[in-house]
């Protein structure tokens, strides 16, 4: 039964939670758009916890069409004051505004070269892969994600710290922090990026 399986330390009995973990954490992301639309809901998770995010994520991707950074640059104030009023997402000016700007840094990102291939850049292209067998001891932010951030931040980003970068880089793949016991983390290796 899937609730006997040994998973990461960080995840609760919510099967919500417990389905992200398993499906979704750590498996390598390189669409362009996904990419976006992940780290603009890990900089919603400021100041909260991951699963009050994710338990809005489709009140976010109505809100914000489905995070397509076209229609999402093209929000106006008036836009974010009806947000502002939608209790389904978090009602932060800031966060609101957050998304509208760093749609706007993705789209100049993505004149030049892939905003994929500028995430991974980090990384060199592939997957760290590290042996925790607690997450505790896994790192916050590391040089990559220190350098993640700062090179957003100059494209015009916010809410993209070098924590909220590096809970992103775990999130898509970049690196495997599964805990060794985990029953993802052989998959997780498996589609690492090499």
């Not at 330390?9 to 996904?34: F, M």
Request: glycine share 6%; charged share 25%; proline share 2%.
């Amino acid at each position: 039964m899937s609730d006997q399986l040994k998973r990461c330390g960080w995840v609760s009995s919510d099967p919500l939670y417990q389905a992200y973990h398993d499906n979704e954490w750590g498996v390598p992301e390189t669409d362009s758009q996904a990419l976006f639309a992940k780290l603009c809901l890990d900089g919603q998770q400021a100041g909260l916890s991951w699963i009050t995010i994710l338990k809005k994520q489709k009140n976010y991707e109505s809100a914000f069409f489905n995070f397509d950074p076209e229609k999402i640059a093209s929000m106006t104030s008036s836009d974010v004051e009806r947000l502002m009023q939608d209790k389904g997402i978090v009602r932060n000016r800031l966060k609101i505004e957050s998304i509208i700007r760093n749609a706007k840094g993705f789209i100049a990102i993505e004149e030049k070269h892939s905003f994929s291939d500028f995430i991974w850049q980090f990384t060199e292209g592939r997957t760290i892969i590290n042996t925790w067998e607690n997450f505790r001891d896994a790192p916050t932010s590391t040089g990559e994600s220190k350098a993640m951030s700062r090179l957003l931040k100059k494209q015009g980003f916010n809410f993209v710290g070098e924590t909220i970068c590096y809970a992103f880089m775990q999130a898509v793949g970049m690196v495997n922090d599964h805990e060794v016991s985990c029953h993802c983390y052989q998959r997780t290796c498996d589609l690492a990026i090499k």
